[in-house]
């Protein structure tokens, strides 16, 4: 596979649900990005991580959990979700953080929490 | 803190036709900006990109922008569209403290509809 897979690709659960997403990036990259996009908002950056250690955490609230055991893994455990943190969760990699290091996004988890 | 305007949230255009989409952004330096596309099911994909030099950029698929300092403004353009640039597309400004970027500020998109 190449460039920036995420998996499943749709997600439902209830709010009593435990479930993570998985981004995997086979670009060699060292930085790894979770993105929250909501219908008629903006895209939200979550978290960042550079060489596995998380650099930004954009006041997510806790029962969002993010993983980064590798440079080419990215999870988002997920746990007492509410509804309206139904949305599509894009996951991004790139060579760094530096400003002029292209983002590659993958295809995404829509995820509906009932 | 920095952040990106997309005034038109959907753009009718036939065939053929000319396309500007309109990005203004606020932020106190000189920013980093992108467009991105995303088509449906997909993620984005990026159009290109302005960092510093000259301000017309060229990126894939025939699309163009330019960054007017004066107005805050990185618009998109494209001579000629086709039907397969029906799209979401993303303007986004990157804020580089020099110690490590904070990620990608969006826009809330604009939404491309081609007429035959």
């Known amino acids: 596979e190449t460039g920036v897979t995420q998996t499943p690709r749709h997600l439902v659960m209830g709010m009593t649900n435990k479930k993570s997403l998985k981004c995997e990036q086979h670009?060699?990259?060292?930085?790894m990005y979770w993105y929250k996009q909501s219908a008629k908002k903006p895209l939200e950056l979550m978290f960042v991580?550079?060489?596995?250690?998380?650099?930004e955490n954009n006041s997510v609230p806790s029962r969002f959990s993010p993983e980064c055991p590798n440079s080419s893994h990215l999870f988002l455990h997920l746990h007492t979700l509410q509804p309206e943190d139904s949305a599509l969760y894009l996951c991004?990699?790139?060579?760094?953080?530096?400003?002029?290091?292209?983002?590659?996004f993958g295809p995404g988890t829509r995820l509906t929490v009932l | 803190a920095q952040s990106v305007t997309q005034p038109d949230i959907h753009i009718t255009v036939s065939e053929g036709a000319s396309l500007e989409l309109r990005c203004n952004y606020s932020?106190?330096?000189?920013?980093?900006l992108f467009w991105y596309v995303q088509s449906p099911g997909q993620g984005l994909q990026l159009l290109l990109k302005y960092f510093s030099g000259d301000t017309l950029v060229q990126g894939i698929k025939g699309f163009e922008a330019e960054f007017k300092r004066s107005q805050s403004s990185f618009n998109l353009r494209k001579p000629s569209v086709h039907w397969s640039d029906a799209a979401e597309y993303f303007c986004a400004v990157l804020m580089y403290s020099g110690g490590g970027a904070d990620g990608l500020t969006f826009g809330k998109g604009t939404h491309l509809i081609i007429q035959p």
């Open positions: 670009l060699g990259h060292n930085a």
């Open positions: 991580y550079n060489f596995k250690e998380q650099t």
């Open positions: 932020y106190g330096a000189t920013p980093y």
């Open positions: 991004a990699s790139s060579q760094g953080t530096s400003g002029t290091n292209e983002q590659f």
